[in-house]
């Protein structure tokens, strides 16, 4: 009898962790039979995040990037490759997947080419709208790429398979609504709320730009959810500490938050925030106007998100060389213009595509040949 086990395999940030454990939701509800096995990186947040989840079980093999790094990192990362590629070759044969399901990367390089020279079917998702070099290499030998937005398929080769599913989300934010959310960050209904994050690591650029205006936003009246990332945990807390009494009720601040984004962004009337791949599906869902800073320093990705939403009118790209002039202008002038807020709300919500995790769990179980939901 053939196996009715399916490998997830996600790694690094949480770009492409959340589609990775939304996907995983959905598959359990449309196929509880099959049993789903992670395997992730060694260093990344998903050793943190997964874990904890049920899965039947939990895989961590070494991995490295080649783009963008020197001669002397290749060759590093080639040996860590090829290990993981050997670990993840020895695990599909102990527990046979019908498919290997990843969201790209580098990290997740050694388990899609472990799968693929056992037969493992791959199945691809790219969670931003331009996919990253690892999915442009793995997607030649994937049998479908999954994507976020059709525009993704530009960036592929004409002999690969795609389709546009949209950015699969958890069932924790799908839940969220906003009184809940107003109840249990207790906050002030007639104030507007600002949420400021920088994603899964935090953005200390955001976290020093929030810190200088921070005094004006509270004085007119807006209240902040603000999650610093841990690396500047510290010193939030110690600005936050600083601050009077009646300004701290109106501060609210977390070094990261898992189980509750979704209230946070339920609350929120405008957003602040990276452009990482989640802003395609959560920002789009909520309706959320927002200012996106998109991370300097690597490759055009976040920048691209960015400007995906600002041509639809959903969103405003303040690169991250002006936060420390433009930030509270431009913040001023969003939450002073009720109409502009609710056009750009109305536009984010016509770029969502819903019930994207169903779609792509549909989607894998019929590669793995498991889409009726019965033994094989």
């Not at 695990?91 to 399901?101: D, G, N, Q, S, V």
């Not at 452009?275 to 976040?302: C, D, K, M, N």
Request: overall charge positive; hydrophobic content about 45%.
């Amino acid at each position: 009898m053939s196996s009715e086990t399916l490998f997830i395999s996600a790694g690094g940030t949480g770009g492409g962790i959340y589609p990775a454990l939304s996907v995983a939701e959905a598959l359990r509800e449309r196929a509880p039979h099959v049993k789903l096995h992670f395997i992730g990186s060694t260093a990344g947040i998903e050793n943190e995040l997964v874990p904890r989840q049920g899965w039947a079980g939990f895989h961590s093999v070494p991995s490295g990037a080649l783009h963008g790094v020197g001669r002397a990192k290749q060759l590093s990362s080639l040996v860590k490759i090829a290990r993981g590629a050997w670990q993840a070759w020895r695990l599909a044969a102990k527990y046979r997947p019908r498919a290997l399901f990843l969201t790209g990367g580098w990290a997740t390089f050694p388990a899609a080419l472990g799968c693929w020279l056992r037969g493992v079917p791959v199945v691809v998702y790219v969670p931003d709208i331009e996919p990253a070099l690892g999915v442009k290499v793995i997607s030649r030998f994937a049998r479908l790429v999954l994507t976020t937005a059709p525009e993704s398929a530009g960036y592929l080769g004409r002999n690969v398979c795609t389709e546009a599913v949209g950015y699969p989300l958890r069932r924790a934010l799908l839940r969220a609504d906003r009184e809940t959310a107003q109840a249990h960050f207790e906050l002030d209904p007639q104030r507007r709320t600002l949420l400021v994050f920088g994603g899964s690591l935090g953005a200390r650029s955001l976290n020093t730009a929030l810190a200088a205006i921070l005094p004006d936003l509270l004085a007119e009246g807006v209240q902040v959810l603000h999650i610093s990332g841990k690396a500047d945990w510290q010193a939030v807390q110690a600005r936050y500490a600083a601050l009077e009494a009646a300004a701290q009720r109106h501060y609210h601040v977390f070094p990261y938050l898992h189980e509750t984004m979704g209230l946070a962004l339920a609350a929120a009337d405008l957003v602040v925030c990276r452009a990482g791949a989640s802003v395609l599906g959560e920002l789009t869902h909520f309706g959320l106007p927002s200012i996106l800073v998109p991370y300097p320093h690597a490759w055009r990705y976040q920048k691209v998100n960015a400007d995906w939403l600002v041509a639809r009118g959903a969103a405003l790209r303040l690169d991250d060389e002006r936060l420390s002039s433009n930030l509270l202008p431009t913040v001023r002038a969003l939450l002073n213009d009720s109409a502009r807020l609710r056009a750009m709300s109305e536009a984010a919500r016509r770029a969502a595509i819903p019930n994207a995790a169903e779609r792509t769990a549909e989607r894998l179980l019929s590669v793995a040949k498991l889409d009726k939901g019965e033994p094989a």
